[in-house]
């Protein structure tokens, strides 16, 4: 009932399973002022996503953080960075007062972890911010440029027509790279004015059935290298008698999980939950099952253990997983080249769902290896975070599933967790606010690709629904 509610008008009741709730801003004028505003905006979407603020260019994201400190600052918010060691600074802002608060979290760097920036002939410029056909293309448009300052386009637009009725708080990291450990010790040291009714996350777009998706958390990861070192140099392959540290190596990786997609490591899977019967009820129930739209935009036959529809989604929020991201040692390239590997490498990923614990999978890791003759195998952790996860009946979803439904013609659903992982566990040991996520995007977005691009009317609706999630968390 409340996964894909019907659109209502912006001054109706709305009814949640405890009750009735109304909004008595009418957000009319405000809708207006988006609807007016909305091109200056873009303007200024694609000017930030000119600056191409990937976390290793040191000058791009200070380039990208003094625009954002402006951007703040004629918003009205009082806003500072505030340095910190394994991080770009920290981008903290507040603007508005009242007896409830929301604090959103984004980011100011461009992820390019997955597929590196680049310019290629024939490519689109990874940062052009160029419009055209109702879309706006820039690498960072929608992770997380483009949904960063949609949020503070609401608090504009609130704020020029109703009144801010609350305090509005923003936390903006720039990563230096994929895992950031930084934040933990950012948020303990500033958890106090960090701390709010609830935290809107940067993470859900759109889904193939056009449904804007908010994620109750996010996965967990354990990133490691496995090294096995063999002879003092890289010798010919003809001395062999000497141990192929390449063999060790895919032996070993061999031992990790069979050809059923099951990770065979002991106790993997004790702390993973089956999904609850609210679960069931108020997230998969409604969850699009087309998803062969998915398989087929990715060019393949099938999905792993050959899982479909619902049960595939069961799989893809619900399930751990393990994957090889990469495999190096020896010869490389075109032609012969008769050599033994003086060492061998792979990069391997865990990815976690609650209730799992990384330090917990990488001791199980450790005692399965030297268990099948692997101890000479090391292990070097690049990365690890823990998962998180709030219920899928609390207040918040709640709330964010019924403004959703103000704005957005066919609603919105949840999803358990994001598929990308993501530091929420950070706040969770410093505060009891819920965490939820939510940004701009589409099943086409092309995310962290050249290509990578929002739609117009999808800013236009996200501006629209922030200020009418402000306007119900003053009044809950």
């Given at each position: 009932?409340?996964?894909?509610p019907?659109?209502?008008?912006?001054t109706?009741?709305?009814?949640?399973p405890?009750?009735?709730r109304?909004?008595?801003?009418?957000l009319?004028?405000?809708?207006?002022?988006v609807?007016?505003?909305?091109?200056?905006?873009?303007?200024?979407?694609?000017?930030?996503c000119?600056?191409?603020?990937v976390?290793?260019?040191?000058?791009?994201?200070d380039a990208?953080?003094?625009w954002?400190?402006?951007a703040?600052?004629?918003l009205?918010?009082e806003?500072?960075?505030?340095p910190?060691?394994?991080?770009?600074?920290y981008?903290f802002?507040?603007?508005?007062?009242?007896?409830?608060?929301?604090?959103?979290?984004?980011?100011y760097?461009?992820?390019d972890?997955t597929?590196?920036?680049?310019?290629?002939?024939g490519?689109?410029?990874?940062?052009?911010g160029?419009?055209?056909?109702?879309?706006?293309?820039?690498?960072?448009?929608?992770?997380?440029?483009?949904?960063?300052l949609?949020?503070?386009?609401?608090?504009?637009?609130?704020?020029?027509?109703t009144?801010?009725?609350?305090?509005?708080?923003f936390?903006?990291?720039?990563?230096?790279?994929?895992?950031?450990?930084?934040?933990?010790?950012?948020v303990?040291a500033?958890h106090a004015?960090?701390?709010?009714?609830?935290?809107?996350?940067?993470?859900g777009?759109?889904?193939?059935?056009?449904r804007?998706?908010?994620?109750?958390?996010h996965?967990g990861?354990?990133?490691?290298?496995l090294?096995v070192?063999g002879?003092?140099?890289?010798?010919?392959?003809r001395?062999?008698?000497?141990?192929?540290?390449?063999?060790?190596l895919t032996?070993?990786?061999?031992?990790?999980?069979g050809?059923?997609?099951?990770?065979?490591?002991?106790?993997?899977?004790?702390?993973?939950?089956?999904a609850?019967?609210?679960?069931?009820?108020?997230?998969?129930?409604?969850?699009?099952?087309?998803?062969?739209?998915?398989?087929?935009?990715?060019?393949?036959?099938?999905?792993v253990?050959?899982?479909?529809?619902?049960d595939?989604?069961?799989?893809?929020?619900?399930?751990?997983?393990?994957a090889?991201?990469?495999?190096?040692?020896?010869a490389?390239g075109a032609?012969q080249?008769?050599?033994?590997?003086a060492e061998?490498?792979?990069?391997?990923?865990?990815?976690?769902?609650p209730?799992?614990?990384?330090d917990e999978v990488?001791a199980?890791?450790?005692?399965?290896?030297?268990?099948?003759?692997f101890?000479?195998?090391?292990?070097?952790v690049?990365?690890?975070?823990?998962?998180?996860?709030?219920?899928?009946?609390g207040?918040?979803?709640?709330l964010?599933l019924?403004?959703?439904?103000?704005v957005?013609p066919h609603g919105?659903?949840?999803?358990p967790?994001?598929?990308?992982?993501?530091?929420?566990?950070?706040f969770?040991?410093?505060?009891?606010m819920?965490i939820?996520?939510f940004?701009?995007?589409y099943?086409?977005?092309?995310?962290?690709?050249?290509?990578?691009?929002?739609?117009?009317e999808?800013y236009r609706?996200?501006v629209?629904?922030?200020?009418?999630i402000?306007?119900?968390?003053?009044?809950?």
């Amino acid at each position: 009932m409340y996964a894909a509610p019907q659109p209502r008008s912006a001054t109706r009741n709305a009814v949640t399973p405890r009750g009735t709730r109304r909004i008595a801003l009418d957000l009319a004028r405000t809708y207006a002022y988006v609807d007016e505003h909305l091109d200056r905006w873009l303007d200024e979407v694609a000017a930030f996503c000119r600056i191409g603020s990937v976390g290793r260019d040191d000058a791009a994201m200070d380039a990208a953080r003094r625009w954002l400190e402006a951007a703040f600052a004629r918003l009205g918010a009082e806003v500072r960075s505030i340095p910190w060691d394994g991080a770009h600074p920290y981008v903290f802002a507040a603007v508005g007062a009242g007896p409830r608060s929301v604090l959103f979290f984004n980011h100011y760097d461009v992820a390019d972890y997955t597929n590196p920036v680049r310019e290629a002939p024939g490519e689109r410029h990874p940062f052009s911010g160029e419009r055209s056909g109702g879309k706006l293309y820039a690498r960072g448009s929608a992770d997380d440029k483009g949904t960063l300052l949609a949020r503070m386009h609401a608090v504009e637009a609130l704020a020029a027509t109703t009144g801010l009725p609350l305090a509005a708080r923003f936390l903006v990291e720039g990563k230096k790279g994929v895992s950031n450990k930084a934040l933990e010790g950012f948020v303990a040291a500033h958890h106090a004015q960090l701390d709010s009714d609830c935290c809107l996350w940067e993470a859900g777009a759109k889904d193939e059935r056009e449904r804007q998706t908010i994620s109750l958390g996010h996965k967990g990861n354990l990133y490691i290298d496995l090294v096995v070192r063999g002879t003092d140099r890289v010798w010919p392959s003809r001395y062999t008698l000497f141990p192929n540290p390449a063999w060790t190596l895919t032996w070993a990786l061999a031992s990790l999980k069979g050809p059923d997609e099951r990770v065979l490591l002991p106790g993997f899977y004790d702390r993973v939950r089956p999904a609850s019967d609210s679960d069931e009820r108020l997230v998969y129930a409604h969850l699009a099952d087309d998803t062969d739209a998915l398989r087929e935009r990715a060019g393949i036959a099938g999905f792993v253990a050959g899982v479909r529809g619902r049960d595939a989604l069961r799989r893809l929020y619900g399930q751990p997983s393990l994957a090889i991201c990469g495999i190096e040692g020896g010869a490389r390239g075109a032609g012969q080249q008769l050599v033994l590997p003086a060492e061998a490498r792979a990069k391997i990923e865990f990815r976690l769902v609650p209730d799992q614990d990384p330090d917990e999978v990488l001791a199980s890791l450790r005692a399965h290896l030297d268990a099948h003759g692997f101890a000479e195998v090391g292990i070097e952790v690049q990365g690890r975070c823990p998962p998180y996860a709030i219920a899928a009946d609390g207040w918040l979803p709640r709330l964010l599933l019924e403004t959703a439904a103000r704005v957005y013609p066919h609603g919105a659903v949840l999803t358990p967790v994001a598929t990308g992982i993501g530091n929420r566990y950070a706040f969770a040991r410093w505060t009891a606010m819920p965490i939820a996520g939510f940004a701009i995007g589409y099943a086409g977005y092309q995310i962290e690709t050249n290509d990578e691009h929002i739609r117009v009317e999808d800013y236009r609706e996200q501006v629209k629904w922030v200020a009418t999630i402000l306007a119900a968390v003053t009044e809950r």
